[in-house]
């Protein structure tokens, strides 16, 4: 099973007649995630498998890594008068090392491991959330919801094989997991475009 180690930090504060304002900050790193590597990966300078009579071996290891880092900051207005509100904001960074979604994420490249690290799938740096109730007459309540937040990464693929591993979802070269909407470098992935007449 991973092992996760947590810290977290708050402080609350009133800030005038039913208004508090409350900010927490949360560290998570957790460790041995179960994830899917193909162990009969050609190597990258003889192109040979380490077992040449068979095709992809997939094993399940304890290799995966994840850290979450985030700062909460709420201003809370408790019902009173007929009306609430509350406006929080969040600012996170969810990091992880494994390609893809379920109980068994996989590696993406058996030899370079590294190139798996970066931004989470559900990776949302900045989050807004906008809510508030009033009591109408005739005891009917209104109130609303609105949430505003940033982009998902998005991973430039080659849409090709190219390691040889027979999975085709290999990056393009030179850049990481997840860099789209992040930090991602187009004259890379135009470069390749133009390379490979896609």
Not at 75 to 87: C, P, T
């Amino acid at each position: 099973n991973p092992v996760a180690h947590t810290a977290n930090l708050g402080y609350s504060q009133e800030v005038g007649e039913n208004l508090a304002v409350h900010v927490d900050g949360v560290y998570t790193q957790t460790n041995d995630f179960v994830t899917t590597v193909n162990i009969n990966t050609p190597d990258p300078v003889s192109r040979l498998r380490p077992t040449p009579a068979w095709g992809r071996i997939l094993q399940n290891q304890a290799v995966g890594t994840a850290k979450y880092r985030a700062l909460l900051m709420r201003l809370d207005r408790r019902y009173s008068d007929r009306y609430q509100y509350l406006v929080s904001y969040t600012l996170s960074k969810h990091d992880n090392d494994f390609f893809g979604t379920g109980l068994t994420p996989s590696r993406t490249d058996f030899y370079d491991p590294g190139r798996d690290w970066g931004p989470a799938n559900n990776d949302r740096r900045h989050a807004l959330v906008l809510s508030g109730a009033v009591l109408l007459p005739w005891d009917v309540t209104f109130g609303g919801v609105y949430t505003w937040r940033s982009r998902m990464p998005f991973n430039a693929l080659a849409g090709r094989d190219l390691n040889a591993d027979g999975a085709n979802a290999d990056y393009v070269p030179g850049t990481t997991r997840n860099q789209g909407n992040r930090n991602l470098d187009l004259s890379k992935v135009n470069a390749w475009r133009a390379l490979n007449r896609l």
